[in-house]
């Protein structure tokens, strides 16, 4: 039980080319949940910068990926969309959220281990608080459900810790204002200002890998672009792409059970499932004891049907730069209302003057 009003909110970074893991991880559940939801998607451009602060193309990048998700199909007019550093409550809240977490809480998140690599001192204070900014772009329209991909779990495990928390030192405050929310926590209904937001993950896509390596997930940062399809790949690039994945020498198992231990064929099979909204259990229904000389061309013929229309239509809306800074002005403005009405709260629970 959640006295919350159901919302969705979810972020991309620009920081390069999107995938077909951005696409078939997030952006695709982006576009089918806002069929029955309130949704706001945000170019995560303060990310970005947690891992390069000096871009050249940080504005095209952010124009790339809102027009990413238009082409997919978000209706920017029903829904919210808009670039973080619009509004400037996330960076609000993400301070106030430093000062919750714990550093031992950031030291144990794998991306920040991961992208930190073995000279950790010298990565950006930024990187390490990352998840804050995250919980902050969350809470902060005090969203309810995060459609991302499986690496983003432990992120969202870190959000959870942060509401609870938040909720639990002030909740003598929250309880005298009158701010607090019903919620199930475990057995016990009580009352919180922050939800306590529900992941949504999962799919034959939540973890695509790399075509190169299957125990490396898909990124946009690897620097062999046959590792990845990008959105923007034309039909013969994504052809070769596929031809070329790595792959063993086996035929296709009957059952999932036979994908243990080869994770290139299960990334495949994975892709596929994403693609056609099939199962991997129906796909290898159809495709099990065909060599990948059969399978590869199926999979390349699918990949282009349905991606070419999204590079196409993403073609066409990046053309027109006035149109998609309309959209962020507007959907930043919609967000802005939204935010500083939760931190207008915020400030009083926590006493920060500001009347
Ligand atoms: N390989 C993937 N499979 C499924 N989902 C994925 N996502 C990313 N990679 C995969 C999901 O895409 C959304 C946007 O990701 P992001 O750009 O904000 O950051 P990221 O997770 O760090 O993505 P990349 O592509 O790997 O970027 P770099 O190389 O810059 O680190 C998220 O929901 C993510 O889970």
Redesign the pocket.
């Known amino acids: 039980m959640s006295g919350f009003k159901q919302l969705v909110f ?7 080319n ?10 695709k559940k982006f576009v089918a949940l806002q069929e029955s939801n309130d949704c706001i998607y945000c170019v ?1 451009d303060l ?2 910068l947690t ?1 390069q602060l000096v871009h050249d193309d940080l504005v095209a990048q952010t124009r790339s ?1 809102t027009a990413a998700f238009l082409a997919s199909g978000i209706d920017p007019k029903k829904h919210i969309v808009f670039n973080q550093s619009r509004v400037m409550q996330h960076a609000e809240l993400a301070w106030i959220f430093n000062c919750v977490a714990r550093i031992g809480w950031m030291n144990r998140m794998t ?1 920040f281990k991961d ?1 930190a690599g073995k000279d950790r001192e010298n990565a950006s204070l930024g990187l390490l608080a990352y998840p804050s900014l995250m919980a902050a772009d969350i809470l902060v329209y005090r969203a309810t459900h ?8 432990q992120h969202l495990e870190l959000t959870r810790d942060i509401a609870q928390k938040f909720n639990n030192d002030f909740s003598a405050r929250i309880a005298s204002l009158g701010v607090g929310v019903p919620m199930q926590i475990g057995d016990e209904t009580v009352n919180g200002f922050f939800p306590i937001t529900e992941p949504v ?1 999962g799919g034959p ?6 075509l190169r390596d299957g125990s490396k ?6 620097p062999s672009d046959l590792s ?1 399809i990008n959105l923007t790949d034309d039909a013969d690039t994504i052809s070769k792409k596929i031809r070329k994945a790595k792959t063993d020498p086996d035929a296709l198992p009957g059952e999932v059970a036979g994908l243990e231990g080869r994770p290139e064929a299960e990334n495949l099979v994975g892709i596929y499932a994403g693609l056609a909204d099939m199962t991997k259990e129906a796909v290898l229904a159809e495709f099990g004891g065909r060599q990948f000389s059969d399978f590869k061309p199926a999979l390349a013929d699918l990949a282009v049907e349905k991606l070419a229309p999204v590079a196409g239509e993403m073609r066409r809306i990046s053309a027109d730069t006035a149109y998609i800074d309309a959209v962020l002005r507007d959907g930043g403005e919609r967000a802005g209302t939204k935010a500083e009405a939760t931190m207008k709260t915020v400030r009083e629970i926590i006493g920060l003057l500001d009347n």
């Open positions: 979810s972020g991309v970074q620009p920081t390069g999107l995938h077909l893991g951005n696409y078939l991880g997030a952006i995560v990310h970005s891992a990926i991306q992208k995060v459609p991302v991909g499986d690496d983003q779990k993950i896509a939540a973890r695509i890998m790399s997930k898909m990124s946009k940062s690897d990845r």
